[in-house]
């Protein structure tokens, strides 16, 4: 059974930096598209980041881009979201979610089949 589980979250101050990890458990991520999406309390779910295992590309919503890095572990079968420069903006509960078998980064949600439960990031003073 595929499971996915998040870790790393918690409270930093405006300019620091957080490390979410996303566990995979009964499926290995390779030839899948890991998404990291958030919600912030009163706000719809965004896209944050994505990175496709079949064919290596990454892809980073607009707010993010240069502060936010996605990245895989083979050996580990996870996927880490490296998150620095934050900013009281990026407050919000993080999710990450696979597509089996997709191809190619994208931020359609109904195509990610699995989500892990989140995690809560809060930047504040």
């Given at each position: 059974q595929l499971q996915l589980v998040e870790s790393g979250g918690g409270l930093v101050q405006p300019g620091g930096s957080l490390r979410l990890s996303c566990a995979a458990s009964g499926f290995t991520l390779d030839y899948a598209v890991i998404g990291w999406f958030r919600q912030a309390p009163g706000k719809e779910r965004e896209g944050v980041s994505c990175i496709s295992s079949s064919d290596?590309?990454?892809?980073?919503?607009?707010?993010?881009?240069?502060r936010f890095t996605?990245?895989?572990?083979?050996?580990?079968?996870?996927?880490d979201l490296q998150m620095n420069s934050l900013k009281p903006e990026d407050t919000a509960v993080?999710?990450?979610?696979?597509e089996q078998s997709g191809y190619g980064c994208h931020f359609i949600s109904k195509r990610f089949g699995s989500w892990g439960p989140g995690t809560q990031v809060t930047v504040s003073s």
């Open positions: 290596g590309t990454t892809y980073y919503a607009h707010s993010v881009k240069g996605t990245s895989r572990d083979r050996a580990k079968n996870t996927v993080y999710y990450c979610a696979i």
